[in-house]
């Protein structure tokens, strides 16, 4: 194969997108290498699916490792929100400001961490969080949130082993199950042997062999254990799908497609034992048309849905929606008079409307793409110069680096060289960055933008409104054509369609041919366009073999010699993990290729590109450094990392090559992205979006879809997810923009 760069390689064609899928692959139509339109680790929950634990956990921890820390980090999460919760020293700050839905909700966690079983959930519309702005409360500050949770006692691992061994499960589970089950694990699955499913990775008819093995003719299909068990497992996979709660119908019917005979009466026993949570919400929701007055008076019922949904969610969401309510209806602190402030927008250029939009609103959303960061950035100089203590929060630290270096550049109208202050989310809640916390331990803030807003899940943001004070200001900003959060949610499509606060739309559009190719895509056309500087190159390739090895020729020879940008500034993205061009198989190839060696470090070396996973759904960029006693080192966008060797598989990959949804929030210089024949059907028009939009200057495609491509941007939107946030958040007139 030649190894020519993309100007004269024999079968590359510059700028033509759709050209190429007369000479690409044909389309294997499994499209399962593990789209990642659900979280960047979705396929590896669905790769191996044996008939019995004895098949699939005997391919050993490995494959479940990352799952595997997912839970323990969301456990780690939950706990800290309890925490949280349970130190408040008023009354009114553990709930009784909640109302309604939200009181039963918190009710029903408090009953669940006391031991006590809480009755079934009675069905009841939730209220708006319209309610008057509340005198400020104390807010504990947070208790950090350690890397990971502590080991389960040797005892308790030990005692797990034997009851998988005995139920024909492998040993490798045991400190699985024992760090997900806690202290009694033992117990608890000998009278439960079901409690399996909870461990990440284990699928029903895994658990099935488990139970008849410890159980004999006892273990059924209808038995109540396991109708609950499976409903709790599908509302787990749901989350992973990116769904907060599942209408009941959906539910009952996956029960049935599990085996379970009698769905209905699993989701009542479910409700009844506390680990789900129902609710019924009304379908007129926000941006939906407007009921006629006389149909309401005719005293027709208005129609509903019944969901259910894990107690975790239900709590962010209505969380959420309460303290997103507090913010539009407190009065924002103002520093500066009108005149001020309109003084501050006249000279802010195109952040004009979104100047004037912060001054007098607590809540303010902001759409556009790569160009339009310029303006949060005047609008943070223009705070900090009428005195507000702004800050912005990105969602990791490539995203912070390129922030800071937009603030920091020249055209600062203040011409004071005074940078507002930037940090990441997850360091900003823990504290390690940005003000840090008040007297009453809200975030010692006036302003926050939050960027790349759509990748921001329900959890994160409920923690985020949480712990801002009253009279503060929150400017969410983001591209809404990119991928959704990968964990639960999609909060800030919910906020553009319920349109309870201001939006402004950034007119800035991104330049050149890579900004009109990805605005096409935008709007669900895959435009050919002229690319005089080759910033757009299409090679087609015929099968998977051959798309890994224009890849690798692409990253280690063409690129750097043809476009001036080296290997390590050029990104891959492929859809999924798994497959013959997948992740793995990608990296494979390209650690061969530029920093061959043993791996010696748990499969990694010194040099090593990694994707490093701190917490579910979050991903970072890395290089490995070095690796000692303590663990291997890292360096992440100039930060030093340190990952415990019992950490190492289960939070880091390789990162040549990454998935669309943990390239999300960052950008390179180049990006190579591999569309294999059998991935067509994991496209869409957000992941498309999301994968053409990560490159600054050149964007390679190695093409192998025909005609899917075309198809994936004109016809696949993004698939929907059930939440909700539109149910609990009530249109304000009087506050929309």
């Not at 103002?334 to 001054?359: I, K, M």
């Not at 929060?393 to 507002?420: C, I, M, N, Y």
């Amino acid at each position: 194969m030649s190894t020519e760069p993309p100007e004269t390689t024999e079968n590359s064609e510059p700028g033509t997108p759709g050209a190429a899928a007369q000479d690409g692959a044909t389309a294997s139509g499994s499209g399962g290498e593990g789209a990642d339109s659900t979280s960047p680790d979705a396929e590896d929950v669905s790769e191996a699916e044996p008939d019995g634990v004895e098949g699939g956990a005997s391919q050993g921890a490995a494959q479940q490792s990352e799952a595997e820390a997912e839970l323990a980090a969301q456990r780690v999460e939950r706990e800290r929100i309890a925490r949280r919760r349970a130190e408040r020293t008023a009354p009114v700050d553990s709930g009784a400001k909640l109302s309604g839905q939200a009181a039963d909700l918190l009710a029903a966690v408090r009953a669940v961490e006391s031991g006590a079983k809480p009755t079934a959930t009675v069905f009841s519309e939730p209220e708006p969080p319209r309610r008057p702005a509340a005198e400020p409360t104390r807010r504990p500050e947070p208790a950090p949130v350690s890397a990971a949770p502590a080991a389960p006692a040797s005892e308790t691992v030990e005692s797990v082993r034997a009851v998988l061994t005995e139920g024909g499960a492998p040993e490798a589970l045991a400190a699985q199950v024992a760090a997900t089950l806690g202290e009694g694990a033992s117990d608890q699955l000998r009278a439960d042997p079901w409690q399996l499913l909870r461990v990440a990775g284990v699928r029903p008819e895994q658990a099935d062999g488990f139970a008849r093995a410890l159980l004999g003719a006892e273990a059924g299909p209808d038995d109540e254990r396991r109708g609950r068990a499976v409903t709790v497992w599908l509302l787990e996979q749901a989350a992973l799908a990116g769904h907060t709660a599942l209408e009941l119908p959906a539910l009952a019917a996956a029960l049935a497609q599990r085996g379970v005979p009698d769905a209905d009466a699993a989701v009542q026993n479910t409700l009844a034992e506390g680990e789900a949570l129902a609710f019924q919400d009304a379908l007129d929701e926000p941006g939906a048309p407007a009921r006629r007055d006389e149909e309401a008076e005719d005293g027709e019922e208005r129609p509903v849905r019944v969901l259910v949904g894990l107690e975790r969610y239900a709590l962010a969401e209505e969380s959420l929606a309460d303290g997103l309510g507090r913010l539009i209806n407190s009065a924002p602190k103002q520093d500066g008079s009108a005149e001020d402030w309109e003084r501050e927008a006249a000279s802010a250029g195109s952040a004009a409307d979104l100047v004037r939009a912060v001054a007098g609103r607590g809540l303010v959303l902001h759409t556009g793409g790569e160009a339009s960061r310029a303006e949060p950035a005047a609008l943070l100089r223009a705070a900090r110069a009428l005195g507000l203590r702004a800050w912005a929060a990105a969602q990791g630290p490539q995203g912070k680096e390129r922030f800071s270096a937009l603030l920091s550049g020249p055209g600062d109208p203040t011409g004071s060289g005074s940078v507002p202050g930037v940090a990441t989310v997850a360091g900003l809640l823990s504290g390690a960055e940005g003000p840090g916390r008040d007297a009453d331990g809200a975030f010692d803030l006036d302003l926050l933008v939050l960027l790349d807003a759509p990748q921001l899940d329900v959890e994160t943001a409920a923690l985020l409104t949480e712990s801002l004070p009253d009279g503060a200001r929150l400017v969410l900003t983001g591209d809404p054509g990119v991928l959704w959060s990968a964990g639960p949610g999609r909060v800030f499509a919910d906020l553009l369609a319920a349109r309870i606060c201001p939006q402004i739309a950034s007119r800035l559009p991104d330049p050149g041919p890579l900004g009109e190719l990805v605005s096409g895509v935008g709007i669900g056309e895959l435009n050919q366009v002229e690319a005089p500087g080759k910033e757009v190159v299409i090679v087609p390739v015929r099968d998977a073999g051959e798309a890994v090895h224009r890849t690798v020729q692409l990253v280690a020879d063409s690129v750097p010699r043809a476009i001036g940008v080296p290997a390590e500034q050029t990104q891959v993205i492929t859809p999924g993990h798994g497959g013959s061009a997948g992740t793995r198989a990608l990296n494979a190839a390209l650690k061969e290729r530029l920093n061959p060696g043993p791996g010696r470090f748990g499969g990694f070396d010194p040099g090593d590109r990694v994707a490093y996973s701190p917490a579910p759904g979050r991903t970072v960029p890395g290089q490995v450094v070095k690796a000692d006693a303590e663990g291997l080192h890292l360096s992440c966008a100039g930060e030093a990392v340190v990952v415990p060797k019992e950490r190492v598989e289960q939070s880091l990959r390789h990162g040549w090559a990454l998935t669309a949804h943990q390239a999300a929030g960052a950008r390179w210089p180049a990006v190579v992205v591999v569309l294999p024949g059998d991935a067509a059907q994991a496209l869409s028009r957000p992941w498309v979006y999301t994968a053409f939009s990560r490159a600054d200057r050149h964007l390679s495609v190695v093409h192998g879809v025909e005609q899917a491509l075309a198809r994936a941007v004109a016809e696949t939107p993004a698939k929907p997810r059930t939440t909700r946030l539109p149910a609990l958040l009530a249109p304000q007139p009087s506050a929309a923009g």
